[in-house]
C-alpha cells in the first residue's frame, strides 16, 4: 500500500469515526429532550394534518382535554403553586369542590392567551388577579407562597407550553425549526397574560430546556398535595358500575403525558405494557381530531370567547 492509499484509509476511518460520534451526541440530544417523543403516524394521517394548517392553540386545547391533570400535576409539582392551590381560600376556584367551574375558566384562560384580543385579555387578566390576591400563605401553611410570585407563574406558563408541544408531537407530528421556534415565541403569552414579564421567558428553546431542567431540582409532591392531585385524578364519587373503567382511563392518560421525574414524586407505577396502551389512545384520538371541521376541532375555545364576551356585558363573574 503506497503513503497516499495509507492517508487515504487513515482519513476515511477517522472520519467514519466521527461521524459515528456526531450521530451518537446528536442521538443522545435527542433523547434527553424535555418533551414527549414524536411517535409514528400513518401516511395518510399526516397528510390531512398537513392539510390541516394546525397552530399551537390547537394543540393547547387539548392539553386540557386530554393532558389536562397530568398539566395540573406538574405546575403542583412546584411547592409554591402546589400549597398555594391545595390551601386556597378562594372555594369558587378550586377544582376538587367546582371541576366544572375550575375547566371552564383554565380554557378561557387558554383561549384568551391565544386567541384573545387586547380588550378580552385585559379584562380577564383583572379578574384572574382578583382571585390571586386572596392566594397567600399563612402562619400556618408549610411553604411561602404569593399567587403574584413571577417565577411561579412562569413555572405554570412552561407546564402548558410544554404540554402544548408533547400534544403537538402526539397528534400532528414533528415541527421543522421554524415552526418551533414561532410556537415558542408565541408561548410567552401564557405567561404574560398573567404577571409573568416578557424578559422572564427564556431565550429560546434551548434556555428553556435549560431553565425546565434546573427547574426540576425544585420539584417536590408532599403528602398533602399528593393527596389533593390523587382526588382531581382518581374520582370515588363515579356510579360503582363506571368507577374502575373511568378511573383507570384517566390515570392512564395522567401517567402517561408525565415525565418520569414527576411520576416518581405521584409514586406512580409505569411500565412497557401501559406505554403500549397510552400509544394506541393517543393514535385513536390523533386520526378522529385530524378528520374534525375546524369548528369542532377550535372547541371549546371558540364558545369560550363568546361566553367572555357575554359575561362581560352583562357583569358576571369572569372566574
Not at 400532528?172 to 415558542?184: K, L, N, Q, V
Not at 404574560?192 to 434546573?214: C, G, I, K, S
Not at 395522567?254 to 401501559?274: C, I, K, N, S, Y
Request: aromatic content about 10%; overall charge positive; hydrophobic content about 45%.
Amino acid at each position: 500500500m503506497t503513503v497516499e492509499q495509507e492517508r487515504q484509509r487513515v482519513a476515511q476511518t477517522a472520519g467514519v469515526a466521527i461521524g459515528r460520534a456526531a450521530a451518537t451526541v446528536v442521538g443522545a440530544a435527542r433523547d434527553a429532550s424535555i418533551f414527549m417523543p414524536v411517535p409514528s403516524r400513518p401516511a395518510w394521517q399526516r397528510r390531512i394534518w398537513a392539510r390541516r394548517d394546525p397552530d399551537f392553540s390547537d394543540a393547547l386545547m387539548w392539553v386540557t382535554l386530554l393532558a389536562g391533570r397530568a398539566n395540573v400535576i406538574m405546575q403542583l409539582a412546584r411547592p409554591g403553586v402546589g400549597h398555594g392551590v391545595a390551601e386556597s381560600r378562594v372555594e369558587s376556584g378550586r377544582a376538587d369542590l367546582h371541576p366544572v367551574k375550575r375547566a371552564r375558566t383554565t380554557f378561557t384562560y387558554l383561549a384568551v392567551a391565544y386567541r384573545g384580543t387586547d380588550a378580552q385579555k385585559a379584562v380577564y387578566r383583572r379578574a384572574v388577579d382578583g382571585s390571586h390576591r386572596q392566594v397567600r400563605s399563612t402562619p400556618e401553611s408549610p411553604v411561602k407562597y404569593n399567587a403574584f410570585d413571577r417565577d411561579l407563574q412562569l413555572w405554570v406558563a412552561a407546564c402548558l407550553y410544554k404540554g402544548g408541544v408533547d400534544v403537538w408531537h402526539q397528534f400532528i407530528g414533528p415541527m421543522d425549526a421554524a415552526t418551533a421556534e414561532a410556537h415558542y415565541r408565541a408561548g410567552a403569552v401564557l405567561g404574560t397574560t398573567l404577571q409573568v414579564h416578557p424578559d422572564q421567558w427564556p431565550d429560546d428553546l434551548a434556555a428553556f430546556e435549560r431553565y425546565w431542567n434546573e427547574s426540576l431540582d425544585r420539584v417536590h409532591i408532599d403528602d398533602a398535595v399528593r393527596g389533593y392531585l390523587n382526588d382531581l385524578v382518581v374520582n370515588d364519587d363515579l356510579p360503582k358500575l363506571v368507577r374502575r373503567p373511568v378511573n383507570d382511563f384517566a390515570l392512564l392518560l395522567a401517567t402517561g403525558f408525565l415525565p418520569q421525574r414527576f411520576r416518581d414524586e405521584m409514586r406512580w407505577d409505569w411500565d412497557d405494557d401501559r406505554q403500549r396502551r397510552f400509544d394506541r389512545v393517543l393514535a385513536v384520538c390523533s386520526a378522529i381530531v385530524a378528520v374534525l371541521p375546524r369548528p369542532l376541532r377550535e372547541f371549546p375555545f371558540n364558545l369560550l370567547l363568546l361566553d367572555l364576551d357575554r359575561r362581560v356585558r352583562k357583569g358576571i363573574p369572569l372566574v
